[in-house]
């Protein structure tokens, strides 16, 4: 009865030790997942805007503290506007897709007192916004198969952000990982 005891409770420390590592990991994987998935629909975008020859783009939105994005077609030849999707001239051209169904707790942007480096090797990156593409919050693929040149930083709220970042003449999609503590960003393979 005591060596059942015994082993209950070294199985018991052994699961309350291995317990962090665990949620930690799942929380990396689940970070992991956004960057896919947005890489991923960005990749369908730009083939979407050479098929239909017109401009599409990947809209982000924020309600609260809650962010998603949606693949958007310009629909009257000036581009994926903010004011043509309102009217419905741009159309949705595939679903919404919620962060938070991806990854619980994931968030856009640059955390305040991060000192997040710059991946260009300017310095720091300003805390808040997380979508740097121009002047806009949208990613946009031409039917000539560029893009513009954007990056969307995203963040777990505790240590680690990943970003997205498209390459203007090529469309080309990259991943690169930071962590607090770390002097630059590394890329990483999905």
């Known amino acids: 009865m005591v060596d059942t005891l015994v082993a209950l409770a070294l199985m018991g420390l052994g699961v309350a030790i291995a317990l962090?590592?665990?949620?930690?990991l799942r929380g990396q994987a689940s970070l992991e997942r956004v960057a896919r998935q947005?890489?991923?629909?960005?990749?369908?975008?730009r083939a979407e805007a050479i098929n239909r020859r017109a401009n599409v783009a990947l809209v982000f939105d924020q309600h609260g503290d809650r962010?998603?994005?949606?693949?958007?077609?310009?629909?009257?030849?000036?581009?994926?506007?903010r004011r043509d999707i309102q009217r419905?001239?741009?159309r949705p051209c595939g679903p919404r897709i919620?962060?938070?169904?991806?990854?619980?707790?994931?968030?856009?942007?640059v955390p305040p007192g991060w000192g997040v480096p710059d991946p260009a090797g300017r310095g720091r990156l300003a805390p808040g916004d997380g979508v740097r593409a121009g002047r806009s919050d949208m990613l946009s693929f031409s039917p000539l198969g560029d893009a513009t040149p954007a990056t969307v930083y995203f963040n777990?709220?505790?240590?680690?952000?990943?970003?997205?970042?498209?390459?203007?003449?090529?469309?080309?999609?990259?991943v690169l990982e930071w962590r607090r503590g770390w002097a630059g960003w590394r890329r990483i393979a999905l």
């Open 20 to 24: 962090p590592s665990l949620t930690s």
């Open 38 to 45: 947005l890489a991923a629909d960005a990749i369908r975008c």
């Open 67 to 81: 962010f998603s994005y949606v693949p958007v077609a310009d629909g009257d030849g000036d581009g994926v506007l």
């Open 88 to 90: 419905g001239q741009d």
């Open 98 to 109: 919620r962060l938070d169904d991806l990854c619980r707790g994931a968030r856009i942007g």
């Open 156 to 174: 777990d709220g505790r240590e680690r952000m990943l970003a997205v970042r498209i390459y203007g003449g090529t469309a080309r999609v990259r």
